[in-house]
């Protein structure tokens, strides 16, 4: 037997009563097995299926009573299967199942606290090829595994407390064809409705908020920081998370914005997910006179380092240009969203609807920021500002940018980005570019 990968055993108090990863795994599958076997590592306890599912929270909706615990999660690597162990502090209704193009396989469970770390690089071995797990909306959680190859879902089993563990779910994962998995895969009915029905409520949520008149000339700005929940986007050389970096800058920034008289909403202001098509929208109901989305980026050469700035193009960029967008892009798919349908947040009003003004205004606002941001650090050397087919900007009625902080690929940018001095000094130069964007000389009113 052989481990493709550990999440975490979290902390020395959870781990496994002395026994390796082996060990514990061969004590599950004896008790698995045979019931009436006693474990020498693990007493016997029935496994037994998960309680019966009950109507969830209503959408949006914060779970009731204390949040479950996830204290620790691994995934083994057997010759007939791989097995996924989680263990929780108390029962969940959780269900799994597999999607196609691309290939994965979605947890879905009420909202959780996760007392796991960042997930480590995966091996790449066996049936898993990454995974990633946190909040997704409010009142649910999820875990998303990416496969190598084509697999059967096991129902999930849990086993009672014992020995020190809380609740340990079991889910395997057995290798099969692919005509088999494509006829299994797909969404559960109602989940593909609920993921609808919580779409239909943020934007009426986020219309209803919207500021219905522009009191006192006040410019609205809305910060969508980059990724979020189990979406950690880009993991740096030095362990930081783009999710991380981009909420911290995003709430600095929004400080300093109201200080200077600004309107600011952000499309998140916590570690949850957010949707691309649903980040759009909060913009136009949100009524913004500027959008500005907030990342970092990543490169195969370790050297390349710099802040750049992103504006929306016609759909041609250059290759670097279209591998970002093809990455940010991928947010939804990431977090294990169904894409199929009109749940497309990229197809439907893709360029074509971008008029010439929003262009225009988005274009003036990335001079702005390279100017006053070459002043605090570095640009990237080559064309800082760049264009791309980034799903995010594609709001017609609101000129947007999309920053890229710097590189987490890069040891200097990434230390750099994880000071507060260092991030304190790029908000106020992003907040002196949009004094400059709305002064009289732009042609904006300077009432904010």
């Known amino acids: ?173 057995f290798p099969t064809n692919r005509t088999k998995f494509d006829s299994l895969a797909g969404w559960p009915a109602d989940l593909k409705k609920r993921e609808s029905d919580a779409e239909k409520l943020a934007a ?79 913009a136009r109901a949100d009524k913004a006179d500027l959008f500005i989305a907030l990342h970092a980026d990543s490169n195969p050469d370790s050297d390349t380092t710099g802040t750049s700035i992103y504006t929306l193009n016609d759909g041609r960029s250059d290759r670097e240009a279209s591998a970002l967008a093809r990455r940010e892009n991928q947010s939804d798919v990431i977090a294990g969203v169904d894409l199929s349908g009109d749940n497309n947040p990229v197809a439907p009003i893709l360029i074509g609807l971008a008029q010439r003004d929003t262009r225009n205004k988005s274009s003036e606002f990335a001079t702005h920021a390279l100017k006053s941001i070459s002043q605090v650090t570095e640009l990237l050397a080559h064309s800082p500002h760049r264009s791309a087919s980034l799903a995010v900007l594609v709001a017609p009625d609101v000129p947007a940018v999309l920053i890229e902080l710097g590189y987490l690929s890069n040891h200097g940018d990434a230390a750099q980005m994880n000071t507060d001095s260092w991030r304190s000094r790029v908000a106020e130069a992003i907040a002196n570019a949009v004094d400059a964007q709305f002064s009289p000389s732009s042609g904006e009113q300077a009432a904010r």
């Open 204 to 282: 009426l949520i986020a219309a209803q908020e919207a500021p219905p008149v522009r009191g006192g000339g006040k410019k609205v700005i809305v910060l969508d920081p980059g990724h979020g929940g189990l979406d950690a986007g880009t993991i740096g050389v030095n362990g930081l998370m783009e999710k991380d970096l981009a909420l911290a800058e995003g709430l600095k920034l929004r400080k300093l914005l109201q200080a200077r008289g600004y309107t600011v909403f952000m499309t998140r202001d916590n570690d949850t997910f957010i949707p691309l098509r649903q980040r759009v929208a909060i």
């Open 1 to 173: 037997m052989r481990f493709a990968a550990v999440l975490i055993l979290a902390a020395a108090g959870l781990a496994l009563a002395g026994l390796g990863p082996a060990g514990a795994d061969d004590a599950i599958s004896r008790l698995m097995r045979n019931q009436d076997d006693a474990a020498k590592n693990l007493p016997v306890a029935p496994a037994k299926p998960l309680p019966a599912q009950v109507a969830g929270p209503t959408v949006g909706s914060k779970p009731q009573g204390p949040t479950p615990m996830v204290m620790s999660a691994r995934i083994g690597e057997h010759e007939d299967r791989t097995r996924l162990v989680i263990e929780l502090s108390d029962p969940v209704n959780l269900r799994a199942f597999a999607l196609a193009n691309p290939d994965r396989v979605v947890i879905d469970m009420p909202e959780v606290t996760w007392r796991l770390g960042a997930p480590p690089r995966p091996s790449g071995f066996g049936a898993v090829k990454s995974y990633r797990y946190g909040q997704f909306r409010a009142g649910n959680s999820r875990m998303v595994i990416d496969l190598n190859q084509p697999v059967t879902v096991s129902d999930a089993l849990v086993l009672p407390p014992s020995a020190g563990f809380g609740y340990r779910v079991v889910i395997d994962l």
